[in-house]
C-alpha cells in the first residue's frame, strides 16, 4: 500500500523533485502564516491593561488598524514583487521574500510602542504581497500539468500549518520568547532557496538555452548519469514545446507591445472579472477576518471552551481543509470545489450569524449548545473555505489569465485582493462593535451567495489546461 503510495501522483518519481522545491518555496508561506496566527490569541492579551506583554494597551481603533495594515504592505507587495520577477527572475524575488519576513520578529521583540507594530504587520504585508505573486506562478512553472494543481495548493497547506502553529505559541509561549524562535525559518528558507534553478521558461526568455535544458532536466528528475531513454525522449519533446511556445510569445511581444487591446477583449475580460470575483469571494466571504479575530469572534458568543482553545481548533480544521483540497483538485477539478465551497459559506455563515444573533441580543439560555456549537459552525465555515475559495484560488487565476497579459493582471487582481483584505480588516472589528456579529455574518453569507452565483453560471473548468 505504501509502495503504491510513494510510486503515485505526486510521489511518482518523475515529481519527486517538484515536491521538495514546492515544500522548500512554501518554507516562507509558513513563516508568514505563523505570523498571521499570532495576532488572533496575542490581540486580547494587548487590549488588556493586566494581561498585556508589553508596556503599552491598545483600543479597539488601533486594533483594528493592527489588523488592516498588513494589507497596506500587502499592495506594496504585490507590485514591487512583480516588478522585481519580472525585472531579475523568480529566484531573486524568492530570496527577497525572507527579508520583511525577518523584519517582523524583530520588530516583535523590542516594540516600543503600537507603531512597532503597525510597522511590522506592514513587514508581513510585503512578505503576503510578495508570496501571492511569486509563488503561484513559480510552482506553476516547474510543475509538470498533472500535479500542477495539487503541489500550488501546498502554498494554502503551508500558510494554514503555518496559522495552526501561531493560534498555539501565541496561547502558550511567552510574547518575547516566540520572535527568537521564529526568526531562524526565514533565514533557514533563504538557505533552501539556494538549493534549486530559475525555471526553465524564465531562463528561455532570457536566451540561456542550455542552462533551460538543465533546469527542466532538473526539475523532471531526469538529470542523472543513465537517464532511461523513455524518460529522455519525454523530457526532450517537453522541451521542445516548451521553447516553441516561448519563442513565439517573444515574437509576439516584439511585434506587438502590451496595449489596452490586450485587456480590452472578451477573453481577456472574462478572465480580469473571474479574477476579481475569486478575489472577492476569497476575502469577502469572511474567512481571512475570521483567521485574525477569531478569539474575539468565540468571546462575542459566550463559548463555554476557553476562546484560544476554540481557535487552535480551527487552525486544525484549516490544515484537514487544505489537505482534503490537494487530494480532490486535480481529480475533480476546480469548478466543483469553488461552487461546494462558496455554497458551504454561505450556509455556514448564515447560521453563525443566527447563532450569535440569539447569544448577543436576546436572552435565550445557550449554556446547551455554547460548549460544542459555535466551534463546530465555524469548523464547518473555515473546513469548506479552504477545499475551495482559499486553496483553489491562486490554481485558478493563474491558469484562466492569458499568458500576455498574465503578470500585469495577476498585480492588478493581487492589489485588490490586498485592498479588500484592508478593508475587510478594517471594518471586521468595527462592525462586530458597533452592529454586532450577527449582521457581520449575514454580510459575509450574502457575499458568498452571490459569488456561489458567478462561479456556476460563468466559471470554466481549468484543469489540466496549459499555463505557457
Known sequence: MWFNIFNSGIFYKDFRRQLLVTLSATLITFCHGIGLGWLSPMLPLLQSKDETPLSFVIDVHQASWLGAVISLGGVTGNFFFSYLMNRFGRKVSLYVLAIPNTCIWFLFYFAQSVEWLYVARVCAGLTGGGMFVVLPIFIGEIADNSVRGRLCSFFTLAINTGIFIGFIISSYVPYHVIPCAVVALPLLYLFMSTRFPEPPQQLLRWGREEEAQQSLKYYRNCDGPTPSAEAQRGYQKQFDEMRQAIQAQLKEQNNESLTLADFCNKTAVKAIVTGLVLMIANIFTGTFAFINYMSNIFQAVHTQLEPNTNTIIIGA??????????????????????VLSCAG????????????????????DLSAFSAWLPVTIMAFIIFVANVGVISVTMVVLVEVLPYKIR???????????????????????????????????WGCAAVSALCLFYVSVFLEETKGRSII
Do not use: W
Open 317 to 338: 480544521v484549516q490544515i484537514v481543509g487544505t489537505l482534503a483540497s490537494i487530494y480532490l483538485v486535480d481529480r475533480y477539478g476546480r469548478k466543483i470545489l469553488l
Open 345 to 364: 459559506s454561505a450556509l455556514g455563515t448564515a447560521a453563525f450569524g443566527i447563532y450569535a444573533f440569539y447569544a448577543e441580543e436576546t436572552e435565550v
Open 407 to 441: 503578470a500585469v493582471a495577476t498585480s492588478a487582481c493581487l492589489g485588490c485582493l490586498s485592498f479588500f483584505a484592508f478593508t475587510s480588516l478594517k471594518v471586521f472589528p468595527l462592525m462586530m462593535h458597533y452592529l454586532g456579529l450577527a449582521a457581520t455574518m
